[in-house]
Structure formats: structure tokens, C-alpha cells
């Protein structure tokens, strides 16, 4: 437990670290910056049991992952963000065919 929250500490460390030279290079703003924060910031909270997934249909689980695509779209939307200025704020790695691979939490 103690390792695990030191981790977390350490990652939402760097992830402060990054989006602080982000607002410095111009690429987002402290109000988006703050908003970034607090949405991965924080520690992951369990949102299903355990061997959930397994009970789901192939159709459930397309279902489940575009309701969280969508979410995560307008929360984007919302704060003037895009999926590629996020991915560049934190300093993600450019993902298949030199597109930026987008690391979410939630």
C-alpha cells in the first residue's frame, strides 16, 4: 500500500511537472491545466466489481467503450481541449502511424 501511494504521488508529480511547461510553452491555459488535474490527478477509483468484463458481451463491451469515448469527448469539448493537445501536454508518446495515443484514467 505504502509503495503503491508513493507511485502515485510520483506520477501525479511528474504529471504537474508536464503540464506546468505546458502552460509556460502556450499550449494550454492554467484554467485547462487545473481542469486536467483534477480529472487525472487523482487516484483511480474501481468503477466495476471484479470479473465484470468476463460477463460482458463482445456488444456490452463496445457499448461501454463508446459511452466512455463520448464522455471523455465533451469533457474535452468543455474545456477547449482536443485529444491531441492533451496527449502533447503530457508529454505522450506518438502512437501507430505517428498519431498520439491518449492515455485516459477513467
Do not use: C, Y
Not at 502533447?88 to 485516459?104: E, Q, S, T, Y
Amino acid at each position: 500500500e505504502e509503495e503503491r501511494n508513493k507511485r502515485q504521488t510520483e506520477r501525479k508529480a511528474h504529471m504537474e511537472q508536464k503540464l506546468t511547461q505546458a502552460v509556460a510553452d502556450g499550449k494550454i491555459t492554467e484554467v485547462q491545466k487545473q481542469a486536467i488535474l483534477e480529472k487525472f490527478g487523482q487516484p483511480m477509483v474501481k468503477k466495476f466489481e471484479p470479473g465484470k468484463f468476463k460477463e460482458m458481451t463482445e456488444e456490452e463491451m463496445k457499448s461501454l467503450h463508446e459511452q466512455k469515448r463520448t464522455e471523455m469527448d465533451t469533457w474535452l469539448s468543455q474545456n477547449g481541449l482536443t485529444k491531441e493537445v492533451l496527449n502533447d501536454a503530457l508529454g505522450h508518446p506518438k502512437g501507430f502511424a505517428g498519431k498520439r495515443v491518449l492515455f485516459i484514467n477513467h
